[in-house]
């Protein structure tokens, strides 16, 4: 069993965050401490609900995410932006090698189709 001290001096049960002899709310770090839907507001550090997508102290929007965890998520978001373009970029270059390929193979085949043409002028004209 958990008990949490009071301001009063008696040890409350951790389950009741409201002292029973004083009716003191436990402090912040005793609600931290022992009730699971309470975090602390990344800005204020004052005591708000999981849930909660705005201090009800300091105003900050989505006070229970860290702000490390913001910077994580961003940070794999930017990951995640840069692996697409590379992919993106990667299919570019291998669909225009590709073109520059075809573009050379028809040009080739062009530079036959006027040697064997001027093979055959060049025939006609021996005749
Ligand atoms: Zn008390
Ligand atoms: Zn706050």
Redesign the pocket.
């Known amino acids: 069993m958990n008990f949490w001290m ?3 001096g ?1 040890k ?1 049960s951790a389950n009741i965050l409201k ?1 029973p ?2 009716k ?1 709310p436990a402090d912040q770090e005793t609600q931290l401490k022992f009730n699971p839907n309470l975090t602390s507001c990344r800005d204020c550090k004052k005591p708000i609900s999981k849930g909660a997508t705005k201090c009800p102290s300091c105003g900050c929007s989505n006070p229970g995410i860290p702000e490390n965890s913001y910077m994580v998520a961003s940070a794999i978001t930017i990951v995640i932006v840069v692996i697409i373009a590379i992919f993106f970029f990667v299919r570019y270059q291998t669909a225009s090698a590709k073109a520059r390929q075809q573009m050379n193979d028809a040009s080739e085949a062009a530079e036959d189709a006027q040697r064997s043409l001027q093979k055959l002028q060049d025939q006609l004209k021996r005749q």
């Open positions: 009071c301001k009063c008696k409350v002292c002899y004083c003191a």
